[in-house]
């Protein structure tokens, strides 16, 4: 999945982040604000992990992110134009 769609819908990527690494922060979460390298460093520091690390957990965390209601799926009536 591309980072971008996940930045967009960081509030809620925000929640599956948290339920998957619960050591990081309310706090944590409003500094990052959807960045990716933000993330990584977040996860360097709180879990003491190499940046090859982090960078793998967060591709894992990206692949299986699952917009819970794609845009194809949206009513029409929400869709943006």
Sequence with gaps: MNWDI?????KQAAGLAKAKWGKLTDDDFKAIAGKRDQLIGKLQERYGLAKDQAEKQLADFERDFHDPQPMDKQPVSSRRK
């Design 6 to 10: 996940i930045e967009g819908k960081w």
